[in-house]
């Protein structure tokens, strides 16, 4: 047998495979943040394809912190009904989901989020959305901790097998995370001690708020690829070790920052003409201007995060680490997890393509996914569409 079809236990639950469905905004929920019947069959398809672990896209914990209009909720009891169809549609299939708790942070605008956008800290003006965040006060991060914990019950009260804390590409608690957005002189910034005080309150607030039969993972930046150094590799490395001390489930590896580097996220093509396609006509050419500048400078690296597991892995020990970014070939999986780079493999992109490609790997009908990374999705998300494949080659 693959040794990517070889069971693997999360914290106190086993999953079937090696195989993550990396947290993917859909663009199928309502404004008011419910599920859709839309979102029920992508992830029932995915949980049909035999995919071991499905995070479903990211799912804001209070209503000024979300990032899209048709993002998924899970701010209050209104969202529990659909999120509860949401985990039985994947259960029914055999199949086990987490859900990934974000708040946006700085990475949103009044318009969406209905409150200016509040940041660990108050510096320039967002480089895509001009604003300037408000900076926390000890008020508000304490209510935001107690909002994670909040957003914890309803996933358990729902019936998810746990729940994924979402401290990467430049959301809220990558922000507390990383020297570059986090410039407190208080307890909670200007060591990276204090940085990582927020994401352990917050896990610490979940892990008595759920269970001990659920399992509780944190996505990690390995790079934030910001203009000034946020967290690094060796940084992460660090946060890994100390969130193996405080006893977390598992840890993803991923890297960059939505509004500072999202074709650092996403490598591969730069779709110019679908990511200015839903701009007003007075925006367009500037758009234009801006994307032709990302233009080739962000081909595909199969496996672009796997340098930075390598430094993470030895620090988490026995915790169980996937990565997510590039991996496309099934002999390179298969020779990531035997040499222990992770434990692990986490996709997105090929998902969007091929729901069932986990099961035509086992079959053995394919060695690779179709994906070309074309990022038509990637565009599809940034005009508010649903992000399918919009590829019809």
Request: with cysteine; hydrophobic share 40%.
């Amino acid at each position: 047998m693959s040794t990517l079809f070889k069971p693997i236990k999360l914290g106190p639950i086993e999953i079937q495979n090696r195989f993550i469905h990396s947290a993917t905004y859909e663009g199928t929920a309502l404004v008011t943040g419910e599920v859709t019947d839309e979102t029920l069959k992508r992830y029932r398809n995915l949980a049909k394809g035999e995919v071991g672990l499905i995070i479903p896209g990211y799912m804001y914990i209070q209503s000024h912190g979300r990032t899209f209009l048709h993002q998924t909720g899970i701010h209050n009891d209104d969202m529990i009904p659909g999120l509860t169809k949401l985990v039985q549609s994947v259960h029914d299939e055999g199949g086990k989901i987490v859900f990934q708790l974000v708040h946006a942070g700085r990475q949103t605008t009044k318009s969406v989020a209905g409150a200016v956008p509040i940041s660990p800290s108050s510096f320039d003006r967002d480089p895509l959305n001009l604003v300037k965040p408000r900076q926390m006060i000890e008020e508000d991060i304490h209510g935001m901790i107690k909002a994670f914990g909040q957003a914890a019950k309803r996933a358990v009260v729902a019936g998810a097998d746990g729940v994924q804390i979402h401290a990467a590409h430049g959301y809220l608690v990558n922000q507390f995370l990383s020297p570059f957005f986090n410039r407190r002189p208080d307890h909670w910034g200007g060591t990276d001690e204090n940085r990582f005080r927020f994401l352990k309150a917050v896990y610490q607030e979940i892990k008595t708020s759920i269970p001990e039969d659920r399992m509780i993972l944190v996505k990690l930046n390995a790079n934030d690829y910001t203009p000034k150094e946020g967290v690094t590799p060796s940084l992460a490395a660090k946060y890994a070790k100390w969130l193996g001390e405080i006893g977390i489930d598992g840890v993803e590896v991923s890297c960059g920052s939505t509004h500072y580097s999202f074709m650092n996220m996403c490598r591969g093509d730069v779709p110019i003409n679908d990511f200015v396609e839903g701009l007003p006509w007075w925006k367009k050419p500037v758009g234009w201007l801006m994307m032709k500048t990302l233009e080739g400078k962000y081909d595909l690296e199969e496996g672009y995060n796997l340098d930075a597991a390598k430094k993470i892995k030895p620090e988490l020990g026995t915790i169980p680490l996937s990565v997510v970014g590039g991996l496309r070939r099934v002999a390179h999986m298969e020779e990531v997890i035997e040499k222990g780079y992770a434990d692990l493999i986490s996709m997105s992109r090929p998902f969007i393509r091929e729901p069932f490609i986990v099961k035509k790997f086992k079959e053995g009908k394919v060695d690779a996914v179709s994906c070309v990374s074309c990022n038509k999705c990637l565009a599809a998300a940034a005009n508010n569409m649903p992000v399918r494949c919009y590829n019809k080659g």
